[in-house]
């Protein structure tokens, strides 16, 4: 963000890390989405995608994440930095394809509405999402006090099209959130859906219906939405049965990392090998994917799990 910045002649509260760290440090989640908006103008061209989206990709292969899906916030550049959705397309696929050529990674958009935009406005994302190659999926997202049902339009024609929905909820605003999803948009995923252990008969109903969570921990603390991370209820979540991913949200605004997460978690929670396999795996059986690449990452992630776990091991245990 810095050399985009400096680029493009944008003043930033901060010149240098230290001071975006801080800079980082929320008060509260409309807060958040103030810096979020600062950090999208920015960009200001597509090749400053072609800059952003190939060093994420190059990012998440040196963590050795296999895969990832993204959520992609484009009516957002679009509005503030001035470029249009085909624009930013192309500069996406490009990364996408570097990504599988040069680096043995892939990648799935995830188009989301921004809550509180327009119905005619998320009519058009879905629209971009349904038509555009390497999207997998919509999503919504922003902040929670607009509701989902005036999008009701986008997400049944999202449905016609084939385009499965991932909407963040329960989250800022508790379970009601996460209930009113459900029923509008019919959801594949849930983008946090932390406070569903408010509503006991939520809960069960997440569970007899398998829909993952998308858990996202450090984002949670930053957010203020838990105090600190012990006191984070994934535990919890895993003990009462929901399927659940865990995932890094925003990693730079959050100053964390998909391998930071699970590293955090498992000295938080003392999880083990088989929590940390476990949590992979439904990451895996959760994604947006063909079954026969879903069956060739299995067969990838087995085999690397198995060589590290070995490589670590106490050799006094074995």
Not at 112 to 133: H, K, N, T, Y
Not at 196 to 201: N, T, Y
Not at 239 to 253: F, I, Q, R
Request: one cysteine or more; charged letters at 25%.
């Amino acid at each position: 963000m810095l050399k985009l910045a400096k680029n493009n002649g944008v003043s930033l509260p901060a010149g240098d890390l230290a001071g975006l760290q801080e800079w980082y440090r929320y008060r509260d989640f409309p807060h958040f989405v103030e810096v979020y908006v600062a950090v999208s103008k920015c960009l200001r061209t597509a090749d400053d995608l072609e800059l952003v989206a190939p060093e994420f990709l190059e990012g998440q292969a040196e963590q050795n994440v296999l895969h990832s899906e993204v959520t992609y916030t484009a009516s957002t550049i679009e509005k503030y930095a001035g470029i249009p959705w085909s624009d930013q397309h192309a500069a996406l696929v490009k990364a996408i394809q570097y990504g599988e050529a040069e680096l043995g990674v892939s990648l799935g958009i995830i188009l989301d509405i921004v809550r509180g935009d327009s119905p005619e406005r998320a009519l058009e994302v879905a629209e971009w999402a349904a038509e555009s190659e390497g999207v997998v999926a919509l999503g919504l997202a922003g902040e929670e006090r607009f509701g989902s049902a005036q999008y009701l339009a986008a997400f049944e024609l999202a449905r016609e099209r084939g385009v499965p929905i991932v909407p963040h909820a329960g989250e800022t605003m508790g379970a009601a959130s996460i209930l009113e999803v459900l029923d509008h948009a019919q959801p594949l995923r849930i983008g946090h859906g932390v406070r569903c252990l408010e509503d006991r008969s939520l809960t069960a109903d997440l569970v007899r219906r398998a829909i993952p969570l998308e858990v996202c921990p450090t984002s949670n603390v930053a957010l203020g939405i838990f105090p600190t991370l012990e006191s984070h209820p994934l535990p919890k979540l895993i003990d009462e049965g929901l399927v659940v991913t865990l995932n890094s949200d925003d990693p730079p605004m959050f100053g964390t990392s998909l391998s930071e997460e699970f590293k955090r978690c498992a000295d938080a929670f003392a999880f083990d090998e088989d929590m940390l396999w476990s949590l992979s795996l439904n990451a895996l059986n959760a994604a947006i994917l063909p079954e026969a690449r879903r069956s060739e990452l299995r067969s990838k992630m087995r085999s690397e799990f198995g060589r590290v776990v070995a490589e670590t091991a106490d050799p006094a245990v074995i």
